[in-house]
Nanobody
């Protein structure tokens, strides 16, 4: 059974940083892309980033691209989302996901979602 476990959320003040982690297990193939989406209270889910190990490309949403980096560690099968210069608008539940391909920051054909981790940014 494939599984993703999100962690690393918390409460920070504006301008602060957080690193989210997404631990993957049960994947028998490396033919997946990984990324993050977020959902703020009362809003639709928004794609944040997508990373493809096939070509090493990373795609970031315009709303975060100057403040966020995505990386991965194959040794522990974990994908990270480093978020800097956080703003109150970044407050949301962040979800890791694995899927078929990247369409910009959007993950196509998501196969599995993490349970989500809450990020709260105060002004």
């Amino acid at each position: 059974e494939v599984q993703l476990v999100d962690s690393g959320g918390g409460s920070v003040q504006a301008g602060g940083s957080l690193r989210l982690s997404c631990a993957a297990s049960g994947f028998t193939s490396d033919d997946y892309v990984f990324g993050w989406s977020r959902q703020a209270p009362g809003k639709q889910r928004e794609a944040v980033s997508c990373f493809s190990s096939r070509d090493g490309r990373t795609y970031l949403a315009d709303s975060v691209k100057d403040r966020v980096t995505i990386s991965h560690n194959n040794a522990n099968a974990t994908v990270y989302l480093q978020m800097n210069k956080l703003k109150p608008d970044d407050t949301a539940v962040y979800y890791c996901a694995a899927g078929e391909d990247c369409r910009g920051p959007i993950i196509r054909s998501v196969e599995v979602w993490g349970q989500g981790t809450l990020v709260t940014v105060s002004s």
